[in-house]
């Protein structure tokens, strides 16, 4: 089906005003810092590769991250999640994202949206993101406040792609298109209570560099 514009192919009609909608392919040159804020300790670069997209790699010392997100300039230490930048709801939004985790046996990659304040290890009152946790060899749903849920998908070398859902009240984590089983989880307690923006954070909680690729990601309200 042939669209003539950008806003007629993501919008039902012209009748209804489309809400916020974001999305990334990760190419050219460089990450756009119009877009992307860098924070913490390590390097964000393209990969010199097809389909490649970009590489987010934390310093290979003890408990070092790395991180893109929306806001949040000049802060090289544990960087927080800030809600002056938040553009996605915190009851109806989807997100879409393409990931490959590459390095770091003990590595903690947030990958999503994140709102409110603190440092890695304060889950905050605006996640709704997933965790891929090496050190577990498990992908999770990472919700509000300590809220997570395994959707049961081990980490692998390999990209996948995830979608998270909010709606109704209820948050649903699909990992490759699945929709039960292995790779999907539902939840309806912790939810996001802020606004939020997109993020990936890498974190070292070992050492060596903690690497994760990522060539695409999406987000909007519903």
Request: glycine share 14%; aromatic share 10%; charged share 15%.
């Amino acid at each position: 089906m042939a669209f003539p514009s950008v806003y007629d192919m993501t919008n039902e009609s012209m009748t209804t005003v489309r809400k916020q909608h974001f999305w990334e392919y990760f190419s050219g040159k460089a990450i756009s810092t119009r877009r992307w804020t860098e924070s913490g300790t390590g390097t964000v670069s393209m990969k010199d590769e097809a389909d490649g997209g970009i590489s987010i790699a934390s310093g290979s010392g003890s408990y070092q991250l790395k991180r893109i997100d929306f806001g949040n300039a000049g802060n090289t230490g544990s960087p927080t999640y800030q809600t002056s930048h938040g553009l996605f709801s915190p009851t109806a939004h989807e997100w879409i994202a393409v990931f490959k985790w590459v390095s770091g046996s003990t590595s903690k990659t947030t990958l999503g949206l994140a709102g409110g304040d603190g440092g890695y290890g304060n889950y905050q009152s605006g996640f709704s993101a997933v965790l891929i946790d090496k050190g577990a060899n498990l992908i999770y749903q990472r919700r509000n406040t300590t809220a997570t849920s395994t959707t049961g998908q081990t980490v692998d070398g390999n990209w996948h792609s995830v979608k998270n859902t909010l709606s109704s009240g209820t948050l649903s984590t699909s990992i490759d298109g699945v929709l039960s089983g292995t790779g999907f989880v539902s939840e309806s307690s912790g939810m996001p209570t802020v606004k939020s923006a997109s993020v990936c954070e890498v974190y070292n909680s070992g050492s060596g560099v903690a690497e994760t690729q990522l060539k695409y990601f999406e987000a909007y309200n519903t």
